[in-house]
């Protein structure tokens, strides 16, 4: 079975509402679908969500690079010949999301051949995840209400809240107001977008040491280095490496060096196989992690249960599988549920992703 073509389809749907966070906010979710064809008729289907202010990516940056560099690399090898096709995409620095795409649909492909769910070749743990919601900046009252509202609907009980506002006592009053409406026994857990100084995150920490929280992530920037340091030093929870650590060698440098307690793995920036890698190396060295989000859409979430799912280590704390609530529609032809605050996997043979052709056709941007 060999590749055969590859297709690289720019799509846009609109966000219901802007999500804001520290690095950025987006209105509109331009992805990428790409497809992997094989001679056996076989079609392996992920997403690719660009994120200029963390990656560098554009939707247009990540058709081309697929078209015109990577596609003619792949094409001709086998699905099983992963460690080829790695080798000759990462001839090309950079592109971290595109090159994700292919390495899952490469995946998919191979659960379709095998008759098994992705899921399962993983490592098969459990077939859900617990969910946790995003709640982006706002007012703190319309912070609480999102929250409750998405509590009430799916029973979700864990919350990331995004932080890294001037001043930081706007984050800290809204973490309260949080705090005071959902009760003790809700998850929260702060992302500041690399928003803060080290000296505001540090304050931050210590005016909301009363408030349970689960993790910090990336308050500020990992680049400044010595700073990082001393604030993680003294973090009293669990501090998540996000962006700063997207391939193995980074989350070597920013654990050895002191510079986070914890990883996120989001599988829109590493696939399956790269992210494996990570989560075995945070295994080894006794360190947690979360599934974390791209602002995927539904492809791009069934991707991240699949394999948050398939390992105990990922399994362990709610991933980020809901963005996708935020966007005005999608592409699936079965929409994602979330019920009990749990999103199972899809268990058809590879990923479970099934194209509505008049979505895809409604929303592309390349016809």
């Not at 080798?87 to 492909?109: C, F, S």
């Not at 070597?252 to 590493?270: D, M, P, Q, V, Y």
Request: net charge negative; charged share 25%.
């Amino acid at each position: 079975m060999k590749i055969v073509q590859v297709e690289a389809i720019p799509f846009a749907i609109p966000y219901a509402k802007p999500l804001k966070f520290a690095s950025g906010e987006v209105h509109t979710a331009d992805h990428v679908l790409v497809r992997v064809h094989t001679d056996e008729g076989l079609i392996g289907t992920a997403e690719a969500p660009p994120r200029p202010y963390t990656y560098g990516e554009t939707q247009e940056s990540i058709v081309a690079v697929i078209d015109k560099i990577f596609a003619p690399q792949i094409l001709g090898l086998t699905p099983l010949e992963r460690e080829a096709v790695h080798a000759r995409l990462e001839r090309t620095v950079g592109n971290p999301t595109a090159k994700a795409a292919l390495d899952m649909a490469l995946w998919d492909i191979l659960g379709q051949a095998a008759g098994m769910p992705v899921s399962g070749l993983l490592g098969g743990y459990t077939d859900r995840m617990r969910v946790s919601h995003m709640v982006g900046f706002a007012p703190a009252d319309e912070m609480v209400a999102e929250a409750e509202r998405i509590r009430d609907t799916y029973g979700i009980t864990t919350f990331k809240v995004k932080v890294g506002r001037q001043p930081y006592t706007d984050d800290v009053a809204a973490c309260r107001a949080l705090r005071a409406a959902l009760g003790p026994d809700v998850e929260l857990y702060i992302d500041g977008n690399r928003g803060w100084t080290a000296s505001d995150s540090a304050r931050a920490l210590r005016e909301m040491s009363e408030l349970g929280l689960t993790f910090a992530e990336e308050l500020c920037p990992a680049d400044d280095v010595l700073g990082r340091r001393w604030l993680v030093a003294q973090s009293p929870v669990p501090f998540i490496a996000d962006e700063s650590a997207t391939r193995p060698a980074e989350v070597t440098r920013e654990l050895l060096g002191g510079s986070a307690t914890a990883i996120s793995i989001k599988t829109a920036r590493t696939g399956f196989t790269a992210s494996q890698r990570v989560l075995h190396q945070c295994e080894g060295l006794g360190v947690e992690v979360v599934m974390g989000n791209q602002i995927d859409g539904q492809v791009g979430t069934l991707c991240s249960v699949a394999f948050g799912a398939a390992h105990r280590s990922s399994a362990r704390h709610a991933g980020e599988l809901s963005n996708f609530l935020d966007m005005t529609d999608d592409l699936l032809a079965e929409p994602l549920t979330i019920a009990h605050g749990n999103l199972r996997i899809r268990e058809d043979a590879g990923l479970g992703i099934d194209i509505d052709p008049d979505k895809l056709a409604r929303y592309r941007q390349d016809r």
